[in-house]
């Protein structure tokens, strides 16, 4: 995958986006992204961070790993945060956030042939990584979430549709506490996706909740 996939291939890569990293998971992280790709995700993003987290060498070996298994099944493998190995992967893209490096200097890092997905909480933000580049918006925290100690305000789904309503286009993900019940009102305030950690990393099973998700975000 890449960027100069067209804008409608985009959004369908986007619809059901997984992320986790291995302390989001209590079995091999491999194991369980298999299992998530089996049930209908439709993109990874590999986010390790925290504590006990892996680094270095087992970072990358990891990293490795879960990009072998989404090679295997076609989908995409997103890095977040570390610019410098997703550039030495050559991944299919970067996720990084406010506090991470700047949009448009992260552009100029990875060229135009990696997709670039940038956070965003408000519109001013939405329309500097637009026109920083970005391929993609992650919205948040549209939920309360017990996994990021360090989100942003809730916003709820009115912020997507605020979003929209003052012109931003680009493709939008939704992310922070998005379960299977919640999926149908974010879709309808005009998200193209939304990017789950808990609902599947925590699953009693990671391929029947993904499957959930897939259902609804079909069409
Ligand atoms: C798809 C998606 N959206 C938002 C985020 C959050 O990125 P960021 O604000 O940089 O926070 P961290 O994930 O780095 O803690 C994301 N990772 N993915
Ligand atoms: C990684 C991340 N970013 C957020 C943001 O608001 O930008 S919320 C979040 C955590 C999402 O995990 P869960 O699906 O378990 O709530
Ligand atoms: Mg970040």
Known sequence: MS????????????SVYFISGTTNVNRPL?????????????????REKGSGCLTNKA???????????????????????????AIAMNADGIHIGQKDAGASITRKMIGENMILGVSVHTIEEAKQ?????????????????NSKQDA??????ERIMDMRKSGINLPIVAIGGITVEKTP????????????ISA???????????????EIMKD
């Open 200 to 214: 599947i990393a925590s699953a009693p099973s990671p391929s029947y909740a993904a499957n959930q998700f897939k």
């Open 59 to 85: 970072k990358r070996d990891m990293a490795e790993k879960l990009f072998q298994v989404c090679k295997d099944h076609q989908i995409g493998f997103i890095i977040n945060d570390d610019v410098e190995l």
């Open 3 to 14: 960027k100069h996939i067209d804008n409608d291939t985009l959004k369908q890569a986007l």
């Open 30 to 46: 491999p194991n369980v992204l298999t299992e998530a790709i089996s049930g209908g995700i439709t993109l990874f993003q590999f």
């Open 152 to 157: 942003e305000e809730v916003c709820g789904p």
């Open 129 to 145: 990584a637009v026109a920083d580049g970005a391929d993609y918006l992650g919205v948040g925290p549209i939920f309360q979430t």
């Open 185 to 196: 009102e974010i879709k309808r305030a005009g998200a193209d996706g939304v990017s789950i």
